[in-house]
Nanobody, 113 residues
Framework: QVQLVESGGGLVQSGGSLKLSCAAS????????MAWYRQAPGNERELVAI???????NYADSVKGRFTISTDNHKNTAYLELTALKPEDTAVYYC???????WGQGTQVTVSS
């Protein structure tokens, strides 16, 4: 059974940083690739960052230079490091495994001004 569990969200002031984690079981990020999405209230879920099995990364324009996606294949865990946070980054952040399309439960990030 494929399962993803996110953690690391919280409340942070504008300009602050957080590091989100996504622990996987039943899949391997090293062979499947994964992505981070976010959904703010009243908005559609949007792609934030994606990493291929070979380590190629892509980011939404709104987070380029501020967010970094990575994976630790030994721990089968993915990360999203968020820096220089802005109030508009406030959202629930979800990880998604790309081979089977499995989602995590989400973790709330709130950035105060």
């Amino acid at each position: 059974q494929v399962q993803l569990v996110e953690s690391g969200g919280g409340l942070v002031q504008s300009g602050g940083s957080l590091k989100l984690s996504c622990a996987a079981s039943g899949v391997s990020f090293g062979s499947d690739g994964m992505a981070w999405y976010r959904q703010a209230p009243g908005n559609e879920r949007e792609l934030v960052a994606i990493i291929s099995p070979l380590g190629t990364t892509n980011y939404a324009d709104s987070v380029k230079g501020r967010f970094t996606i990575s994976t630790d294949n030994h721990k089968n865990t993915a990360y999203l490091e968020l820096t220089a946070l802005k109030p508009e980054d406030t959202a629930v952040y979800y990880c998604k495994e790309l081979r089977f399309g499995v989602w995590g439960q989400g973790t709330q990030v709130t950035v105060s001004s």
